[in-house]
């Protein structure tokens, strides 16, 4: 018997129906099914970026062909979610669906249709005839793409261009490289004028400058890409009628006269409306679903055009990976199997069913750090017993690997040991994993990866293969930093190459990511407080282990003090840091930085973004220096830019109506750690930059700190020193530089100008001081230099560790001392190239101790009196604030405040040194009369008058039962005292204060 299902009764009668279809001799089928899927897709198949992508497959089982033209897929009851374009699929034809959240539709693969080695343009038309003509359908929108090189610099061609209404053009270029495989690009709402046989598409006026794309005739930077969309009313509208399309013609109105290499010419049907920021791939697109399939599982079903259901298939695939689940025979809509192999796109008749999975071996000893060999024995749940095979190098096992017999595994070295179950009619179990590291120790955490050699060397190796971001399966083992070394966590992973290509891909030791929570490859986040600088982070589902990059074997922690320097306690992003011991497949790896990643659960856990809302783009040397969206798209951020140049920067709305974009006081504070940290590495070539924006930021955009190490010495930069003027690079920034240009607009606003001044000099008072950038550096630079002689001895010369050894120091030594004099000179910098009259010392104290606290701009110091430089020619506000008990009374006067019993001070400081001193007045019947700090204490205490009452006699404690303990006391200044209360049993005190003049006086305290 065969049942098709045709509409949405007979679809509901057929589960109605269900229980009896099991027992019946022959299966009801459907004619338009979900015939197969995995949500545990690794490694059998993967998307046009590379990705191991969820997916499922649609077969048509009928004899008919069916368009899929308005079939929607859904992971929920509601059709509609993601809609088929119009697609036919053909009698016993099958459709691979990725649902991987990327929302695309398939693409035919591109037609070259042009190759051209010697190409000159000129004025004009600059016709290219295809030597293999397109034909086009005559109701399909057309994407042309156009790669193009030439060996050295140049200008751009000035190309006619037209302003449209979508993203209608994508460019992208590489500096130095004939390649022309960019798969990232920026997008505009302008295409050059153009030419299909003798239809004219575009009649603009618009031009190009000679470094600004898009411009089809572009390689100022030597290799450009770019691709153009032209729809299908428009192609008809310019009388172009379905057939052969053999020429086509850019218009010029100033060549650059340049000889090209090459210039290759493409074109692809689409059914794109507008283009994103990733450019379509030559060989084609996938259809992508705008939903993924859940980690444990979740029904995936098919609904028709009217928005009935016809097909249904519960994608749960278990624990195992690269395995799927579907329908035997295909198309039947009751028995769905497990297939150890799966099949996209093929039927699944000849697949071998499975009925579930051999369970887990255990292992007597788990992982762990032992100091004497030890034995493992192997247990075997499975019942009828399985057959466990095993392995000790890190290799997966399979059938030809050792098979257990029962005598304990004797482990004298470290290493790894790894086990599978094998039982008949089922599927292979889980690898059970486990390290034994053995004799080691670190005062580091230590983390152990334990993968397949092959997937770490070979033609398919991530660390042979450096450029290419391939992921692989691992186990992961992180044993914290006590001298225990006690197992935190056990898992499997998976791994990836990460970093840019500066030290991190290219250097012998290289930087990876280790991926918690991947879908496939993972078991879920990492818990507990693993990053010490992130007290208040206890979950990771993925970081990033580090080798220093630039700074690989020189100083490793550069960058990481960089941007802690800079970016802890202010308006900036930066990634978290701590050192570890990696060793991989029991072999000593070296020491890591453990990094946070700067992505989604990041801003969900600092701020509480919501995930779906966050938007991460960034731009770097590896993916070619184009804006790319991580998360989001890289519309967002062209829209907001186009909507901040819209604003008139000398208006007095221009700091608020900027602000709606862009976090302005977010945005000062990167800019400033920037220019402090002379990162010339960084936005003046598109490189090192991550941006973010979320409901938490409002919606605004906000930048975050990365990859500083290029910026103060040590550095592979020549020209970056303490002294270096990097003002004056920000000030000649070009101004077609987005990141940029939001400074250089801002600094011709005078709201923003002086903000910009009196904010870098609160940093630089605060933030900056050298007594606290050189506790960072120090501290990090402790926690790394025991770990440096095992390291060096695997990476560096190990017939010179002492003299590496010292080079590090000296290279510390250094390192402390350009962040000791960079204040100084950036001081200078910006007196000169913003032309401000002079600096100013500005003392700020109050009267008496502890009334009350001043705020100068930005900053409210805790002790006075307090010192910090300002510039002269800059108002800056100066405010009085009375804590509680007390009243403002007035300033004291000096030569710039005019109104002493006003609290704010608004003006600029026209002189070389001030003081600022605020007189408060209590407003207790009994105020306190001496100072006691820390209140409460453990151990020493400083007890400081706050009226004139006299010199101190003695000091007596009373505890709560009356007793009275007398405390000596050391003089440390005028009528300062310290005094040791450790020996104190803790509670609560009355402190009696005797002076010399007879008179006492009484405050409570708090003993710890």
Known sequence: MKLIIVNNKAFLRLWMIVPLLFTAPQQAIAQIAINEGSNRNYPTLTDEDGDYEDWIEIHNAGNTPVDLYNYSLSDNASPGDWVFPHRVLNPGGFLVVFCSGKKRVETTPFTKVVSDSAFQPGSGWNA?????????????????????????????????????????????????????????????QMRPNMRLNNAVIGSGNYTNGAYDYPAPYGNWYWSARHQFLVPAGELIAAGLVAGSIDSLSFSVSTPNSVSYSWIDLSISHTQLSSLENSFLKVSGNYNHTNFKISRDGEVITLFNPSGSPISALNVQCGPAIGVSVGCLPDAALTTHKLFG????????????????????????????????????????????NARIFYTTDGSDPDTNSLLWGGTPIFIFQSGALKARAFADGRLPSIIKTASYLLNVSHITPIISVVTDNENLF??????????????????????????????????????????????????????????????????????????????????????????????????PYKDAAQVKIAGEGNNNYYSAWRPVTVYLNGAYWGLYELREKLNIEMFELLEGADPDSVEILGSTSQYGFVLRAIEGSTQSFYDSYDSLLQIDPSDTTFWAEADRHFDMKYYTDYIIAESWMDNGDWAFGYNNLKLYRSDATNFRWRYCLMDLEMGLLPSDDPNSNCSRNFLA?????????????????????????????????????TQFLPSRVLAVENSMFNQTILEMPKHYQRWGDANNVPVQLSELYQTHLLFQSELSCRSEQVRNHIQNELQLPQQVDLTLDVYPLFSGSITVSTVTPEAYPWTGTYFDGIPIKIEARAKNDYTFSHWESNDLITDTLNPVFIDTLKTNATVFRAHYNSTSSNPEVFAIYPNPSSAGITIKPILPIGSLETLTFIDLLGRVFFVPFEVVGFNEYTLDVSALSKGHYIIRYLSQTGTSFHSKFIKL
């Open 458 to 555: 070979g033609p398919t190796g991530m660390f042979d293969n450096p450029t290419l971001d391939l992921l692989k399966p691992a186990s992961v083992d992180y044993f914290d930093s006590t001298s225990q070394h006690k197992l935190q966590f056990s898992g499997r992973t998976g791994i990836m190459m990460d970093g840019g290509w500066g030290g991190s891909r290219n250097a012998p030791q290289k930087s990876f990511r280790i991926k918690f929570d991947h879908s496939v490859l993972g078991e879920g986040p990492i818990t507990g407080p693993i990053i010490p600088g992130r007290p208040n982070r206890t979950t990771y589902s993925d970081f990033y282990l580090r080798n220093g990059s630039n700074q690989y074997l020189r100083l």
């Open 128 to 188: 290219h005839q295809f030597e293999t003509p397109f034909l086009w359908d005559g109701q399909s929108n057309l994407v042309i793409d156009v790669c193009s090189f030439n060996d050295f610099y140049t200008e751009n061609s000035i190309h006619l261009q037209s302003a449209t209404s979508y993203n209608s053009s994508i460019s992208a270029f590489i500096d130095g490289s004939s390649a022309s495989a960019l798969s990232i690009g920026s997008t505009a």
């Open 341 to 384: 192999l799966p099949t996209p796109g093929t039927s699944n008749n000849l697949s071998i069913p499975s009925d579930g999975m051999a369970m887990e071996p255990i292992f007597s000893r788990g992982s762990g750090i032992y100091q004497t060999p030890i034995s493992v024995s192997i247990a075997d749940l499975n019942s009828p």
């Open 729 to 765: 690079s920000l000030t000649a920034a070009d101004t077609n530089n987005p990141h940029l240009n939001i400074w250089l607009r801002g600094m011709q606003n005078d709201r923003f100008r002086h903000y910009f001044i009196n904010r870098f000099a609160d940093q630089m008072n």
